[in-house]
C-alpha cells in the first residue's frame, strides 16, 4: 500500500508497451481515448485488489454519522414524511425517514472506513476493490455474442466503472450511467413519493452498442442499488448490530443479520419460479417457490420493505449476512433479468453447449423498486406482520385487492376425478379412461366427513373431463360420463355446505385437439426448439425419452380463458380454477408472436380479471402476487421454505399478508412427510386444512399419471382431517376478517405466537407448541392430542 504511486507508474507502462503494436501506425482520437480508458481501468484492477490489513488501519478514513453524510449531501426533495438527500460525489443517496429519525442509504456511507476483518487467519480487510463495488449504487452483467463466447458475465460490472452523471429535478435525481467497455448505457430514476423511494429503469432510455452484430453485447442483468440499506456487523459506536431480513421464499423465511453462515452460499430465487419455457436435462432441485416480489431489511425500531413494482415478471430476490464473500454487510436486493437465455446443444451433443440469449430488444417497458419504509408501533423491533402490512396495503391500493367476505372455517379438499391407465383387452393395449373420483363418489367422501363432524368444504376439482382426462386442452363444462356425467357433477355441486370449484388445467397438453395443435398452439424455447416438458428418472434425475407433453404458447391462453369462461357462464356455474395459470410464469420466444414473461403476465392478469366478472369465484391453485386480487380464495399455500442454508427459521409472510382479505387454505397436510408439523404451522400461519383425495385405492393408480397421489385414498384420512378441522375451528374461528398483526417465534423455533388484530375488538393470541404438540387461543387451551399421531414428542 505505501508504494501505490510506484506501482499506478509501473502498472501504466506495462499497459501502454502491451497496447503498442509493433511497427508505427497512425491512431485516432477516439483510439487514444479508448486505449486509455482501458489503461486506467486495468490500473485500478491491479492497483486496487490488495487486501486491506490491519497494519493500515491507521489509514483508512474516519468514520462518520448519517448526519455528517447527510450534511455533506445536497437536499433534492422533501415531503411530510421523508427528505431525500444526494451526494454525487460519493454517488450515493439518503433516505431520511422523519417518524424515526432514520437514514437509509443507497450504498454505506463508511465502506472505505469499516475496519472489520474478514479473514482472521490474514489479519485482513475487505479489499478495495471490493470496497468501491459496494459504493456503487447500480450494477450490471452482459451476455457476449461472439460464437467463441455465448456467455454471461460471471461477476456483475458495478458502477464504479462507469461514467456518472447527475442531473436534479423536484422529485429527486436522474443519473445516468454509461459503462463504455460493455457498450451500455441508461439513466436511472430516483423519486421521492408520498410513502416510498421509487427507483426506475426505462427500457427506453437504454442504449446498447452492437446487439445486431456477431460480435456485439447486451445488457442480461440489472441490480438497481444492491447495497440499498445495507448493514454493516458491527454499527457507527462499535456495536454489534441486531436485525434481520426476511426473503420470499414459500411461505417465507427469517435471515438474521450476522448469522455466521459465510461459507454459506447467497440467496438467490427467481421470483414467480422458474421459466418453464427452457426444459433442463436433469430435473430441478426441489424448492419452494417465491410467489411475492417483496423483501424487508430491518434494523431495530425501523426498517425498509423493497417491491419489485415493475419488472416482477423477470426479477430474481438475492441476499448476503455479514462473512459472505469476503465483505461485512447484511443485505437483501433485487436483480432484473432484461434478456432470458435457453442453451443449445450441438447435433443433440450435451457436451457441445451453446448460450443463446433471448432475441431483439428488451422487452419490459420499465424495471422499478419501491422502498417503503417501516417503522415499529410499540417500540420494540419492527415485526415481521408489520413488514408484510406495508405489502398488503400495496395490494390493496395499487393492484385493487379487496377484502373478501369471510367464510365460516372451511376443510379445503383437492379431488381428482380421472386418468387413463394402460390396460389390456383380447390381448391389445389400450389407454382406458378410468375413474379415480367420480362425482357420486365425492359425495361419498363428503358425506362421511359430514358425519365426524365438518361443516364446511371447499373442493377444488380436477380432471374431470374426457379431455382432462386425457391430458389434452379442455376449455368446456363437459363433466366425463365416466365419472357419472352432467348430472351427476351438478348434484355433487349443488350439495349443502360444499362449494366446489371445477378446475380445468391447461398448462400442457398430450396431443392436438379441440383447435389447439401441438406444431402451432406449443410453446417455442429461445433456443427455437418446441418446449416439451420432460420427466425425470427417479433414480438418476436425468430426462426420461419419448413424447412428452407440450406446453401450451401463452399465446393461446385468451383462448382458453374466453372458451371456459363462456361455456361455464352458458351452464350459469359460477366457480371456476385455471390449474398452473396462476403459479407458473412461461415465455413464447417465436420470432412471429414473442411473448416474454412480462407479456405473458400481462395476459393472465387480464383474463383473471375478466373471467371473475364473466363467472364470479375463482380458486386458485397456490398463487403468483400478480392473481391475488382477481380471486376469491387461494389453496396449497405453503406452510414452510426451502430450508437454504442461509435462512435461519421460517415464518408465515405470505399467510400474513393476506389473512383477513382472502381465504387460503395450507398446502395438503396428506402430502408432507410430517403430517404433524404441518398441521401445526397451518394453525400458527391461520391457514384452512387441506388435503387431497381419491376414492380409488392406491394400486389402481400406479403406472399412470397419478403415481405421485400414492398418498390420496380418503378411507385412511378421514378421521385425522376431521379431527384436525374441529381443532382449527375451536382455534381459529371467528378470526375470518382479523388481520395478522404480530407473528413470534421463540428462541428454541418450537413455539409461535400469533395475533390477530381487528379495528373495535380486542386482540386475539394463538399459541402452538411444535414440541409440547399443544395449543391455547387468549390463554385457553384447546385440545389437539386427537389430530396428531405424536411423532413430535
Not at 40 to 69: M, W, Y
Not at 297 to 324: E, F, K, L, P
Not at 504 to 518: I, R
Not at 660 to 688: H, R, V
Request: charged share 25%; aromatic share 12%; with cysteine.
Amino acid at each position: 500500500m505505501a508504494n501505490k504511486s510506484y506501482k499506478k507508474a509501473v502498472v501504466f507502462g506495462l499497459c501502454l508497451a502491451m497496447l503498442t503494436p509493433l511497427g508505427s501506425m497512425a491512431v485516432t482520437s477516439a483510439d487514444a481515448e479508448e486505449d486509455t480508458a482501458a489503461v486506467e481501468e486495468t490500473v485500478e484492477e491491479v492497483v486496487s485488489d490488495d487486501a486491506v490489513t490491519s497494519d493500515d488501519e491507521d489509514k483508512l478514513p474516519d468514520k462518520i454519522s448519517n448526519e455528517q453524510a447527510a450534511a455533506m449531501a445536497q437536499k433534492l426533495s422533501e415531503n411530510d414524511k421523508f427528505i431525500l438527500y444526494g451526494d454525487e460525489e460519493n454517488e450515493r443517496l439518503g433516505l431520511y425517514v422523519k417518524e424515526t429519525n432514520s437514514y437509509w442509504w443507497t450504498s454505506p456511507i463508511n465502506v472505505y472506513a469499516d475496519d472489520i476483518v474478514v479473514d482472521p487467519e490474514k489479519g485482513d480487510m475487505m479489499k478495495t476493490a471490493l470496497r468501491k463495488q459496494i459504493a456503487s449504487s447500480c450494477a450490471i452483467k452482459v451476455g457476449d455474442l461472439r460464437q467463441e463466447k455465448r456467455t454471461e458475465s460471471a461477476a456483475p460490472v458495478y458502477s464504479n466503472k462507469a461514467k456518472v452523471k447527475w442531473k436534479t429535478n423536484d422529485k429527486g435525481a436522474v443519473i445516468h450511467y454509461d459503462y463504455n467497455s460493455e457498450g451500455v448505457e441508461f439513466d436511472v430514476h430516483y423519486e421521492l413519493c408520498e410513502d416510498s423511494l421509487y427507483v426506475y429503469v426505462d427500457t427506453a432510455e437504454i442504449k446498447e452498442d452492437n446487439i445486431s452484430t456477431v460480435d456485439g453485447k447486451i445488457l442480461t442483468k440489472l441490480q438497481l442499488c444492491p447495497y440499498f440499506a445495507a448493514t454493516p456487523s458491527v454499527d457507527y459506536e462499535g456495536n454489534p448490530t441486531e436485525g434481520y431480513m426476511i426473503i420470499p421464499d414459500g411461505s417465507g423465511a427469517v435471515i438474521n443479520y450476522n448469522n455466521g453462515k459465510g461459507n454459506y452460499p447467497d440467496y438467490v430465487q427467481q421470483v414467480y419460479g422458474r421459466d418453464y419455457t427452457m426444459v433442463p436435462l436433469t430435473a430441478p432441485r426441489v424448492t419452494e417457490q417465491a410467489y411475492l416480489p417483496v423483501l424487508s431489511t430491518v434494523y431495530g425500531d425501523s426498517g425498509i420493505v423493497a417491491i419489485a413494482t415493475d419488472g416482477d415478471s423477470n426479477v430474481y430476490a438475492r441476499a448476503q449476512v455479514s462473512g459472505q464473500n469476503k465483505q461485512v454487510y447484511n443485505n437483501c436486493y433485487f436483480e432484473f433479468e432484461t434478456r432470458s437465455s435457453d442453451a443449445f446443444f450441438m447435433s443433440g451433443d450435451s457436451a457441445n453447449k451453446l448460450n443463446v440469449f433471448e432475441k431483439d430488444g428488451i422487452k419490459t417497458d420499465r424495471f422499478g423498486i419501491h422502498y417503503y419504509p417501516v417503522a415499529s408501533k410499540d417500540g420494540g423491533m419492527v415485526n415481521y406482520a408489520d413488514c408484510a402490512e406495508v405489502y398488503r396495503n400495496y395490494l390493496i391500493n395499487e393492484k385493487g385487492l379487496k377484502q373478501q367476505a369471510s367464510p365460516n372455517n372451511q376443510l379445503y379438499l383437492d379431488m381428482y376425478g380421472g386418468v387413463l391407465k394402460r390396460t389390456s383387452i383380447l390381448g391389445l393395449p389400450f389407454n382406458l379412461k378410468t375413474e379415480i373420483t367420480g362425482f357420486d363418489q365425492a359425495g361419498e367422501i363428503v358425506d362421511e366427513l359430514k358425519g365426524k363432524g365438518v361443516s364446511g368444504f371447499t373442493v377444488n376439482y380436477n380432471d374431470w373431463t374426457n379431455a382432462a382426462i386425457k391430458g389434452n386442452i379442455s376449455t368446456g363444462f363437459k363433466p366425463s360420463g365416466t365419472l357419472g356425467g352432467k348430472g351427476d357433477m351438478l348434484d355433487f355441486m349443488g350439495t349443502d355446505g360444499v362449494t366446489v370449484y371445477p378446475s380445468l388445467n391447461n398448462f400442457t397438453m398430450n396431443k392436438s385437439s379441440a383447435g389447439y395443435w401441438t406444431l402451432t398452439s406449443t410453446a417455442i424455447r429461445i433456443s427455437n426448439a418446441y418446449s416439451r416438458q420432460s420427466s425425470y428418472s427417479l433414480s438418476f434425475g436425468v430426462a426420461q425419452k419419448g413424447v412428452a407433453p407440450a406446453l401450451l404458447s401463452p399465446s393461446k391462453y385468451q383462448d382458453t380463458f374466453e372458451e371456459i369462461t363462456e361455456s361455464f357462464s352458458d351452464k350459469g356455474v359460477k366457480n371456476a380454477g385455471f390449474g398452473m395459470f396462476s403459479s407458473r410464469l412461461v415465455g413464447d420466444y417465436t420470432r412471429k408472436d414473442t411473448y416474454s414473461r412480462n407479456k405473458t403476465m400481462n395476459t393472465v392478469v387480464e383474463n383473471y380479471q375478466k373471467a371473475q366478472s364473466s363467472i364470479g369465484s375463482l380458486i386458485a391453485d397456490e398463487a403468483n402476487a400478480y392473481v391475488l386480487p382477481y380471486v376469491s380464495t387461494v389453496t396449497g399455500v405453503p406452510v414452510s421454505s426451502s430450508g437454504f442454508d442461509l435462512t435461519d427459521f421460517d415464518i408465515p409472510f405470505y399467510q400474513m399478508v393476506l389473512h383477513g382479505y382472502l381465504p387460503y387454505s395450507s398446502s395438503a397436510i396428506n402430502k408432507s412427510s410430517n403430517t404433524d408439523e404441518t398441521f401445526m404451522l397451518a394453525l400458527a400461519s391461520g391457514s384452512q386444512i387441506h388435503y387431497d383425495f381419491t376414492y380409488a385405492d392406491s394400486d389402481v393408480l400406479q403406472d399412470t399419471d397419478y403415481n405421485k397421489l400414492y398418498y390420496t385414498n380418503y378411507k385412511g384420512w378421514t378421521d385425522a382431517a376431521a379431527n384436525q378441522f374441529k381443532a382449527e375451528n375451536e382455534l381459529l374461528s371467528g378470526l375470518g376478517d382479523y388481520t395478522i398483526s404480530k407473528y413470534e417465534v421463540s428462541a428454541d423455533g418450537n413455539e409461535f405466537t400469533t395475533t390477530y388484530s381487528k379495528d373495535g375488538q380486542k386482540d386475539v393470541v394463538v399459541v402452538i407448541n411444535k414440541e409440547d404438540a399443544t395449543a391455547s387461543v387468549d390463554g385457553r387451551s384447546v385440545s389437539i392430542e386427537n389430530c396428531i399421531e405424536g411423532g413430535l414428542r
